[in-house]
């Protein structure tokens, strides 16, 4: 593959050379690389490259450019904690999750959750990261029923809810 073929695909496919790198495997500078023909790919990433061409920019994967939520915002959405009762309620919807989840990386994984020795694991590692902070109650003094509505209704971690001020 020539690099004008190179650029053609990156352009066909719509993504920057870092976007075509990650969906390869490989980093910027090789795809810098390759169009501007210091290198030449392995017949295994032509292959690769034609494939993505096949299926079209939809195949590669892409971080969302422009501002970045924080997780406090997320946190604070009322519409997340409407869809983790309804995930709490229907094992069924549970499970879809679960299949559809296992697409997507973990952005908390660290070098010794990634060398967990199974899917199980890794898994169980990032619920009882997540639950941590979100189940922990903003202040001790809350009583267990409270508390219980806090994790139900919205997380506890975020002070500013539209929480009555007083606790009964």
């Not at 495997?25 to 690769?48: N, R």
């Not at 069924?92 to 010794?112: C, Q």
Request: aromatic share 4%; charged share 25%; proline share 7%.
């Amino acid at each position: 593959m020539s690099p004008s073929e190179i650029k053609l695909v990156r352009s066909e496919l719509k993504c920057t050379a870092k976007e075509l790198g990650a969906a390869l495997g490989i980093d910027q500078a090789t795809v810098m690389k390759w169009e501007s023909g210091e290198l030449f790919p392995t017949k295994k990433y032509v292959d690769h490259m034609n494939g993505l061409r096949a299926k079209g920019p939809a195949a590669v994967p892409r971080k969302a450019r422009g501002a970045q939520v924080s997780p406090m915002q997320v946190l604070a959405d009322p519409t997340l904690w409407q869809v983790v009762r309804k995930l709490i309620a229907h094992k069924k919807l549970r499970d879809e999750v679960i299949k559809i989840a296992a697409a997507y990386g973990d952005p908390n994984d660290t070098a010794s959750d990634r060398e967990s020795s199974t899917l199980a694991e890794r898994k169980t590692l990032a619920l009882h990261r997540h639950f941590a902070v979100v189940v922990q109650p903003a202040s001790a003094s809350l009583n267990s029923a409270h508390r219980h509505s806090r994790l139900i209704n919205r997380p506890a971690c975020i002070p500013d809810c539209n929480a009555p001020s007083k606790v009964r």
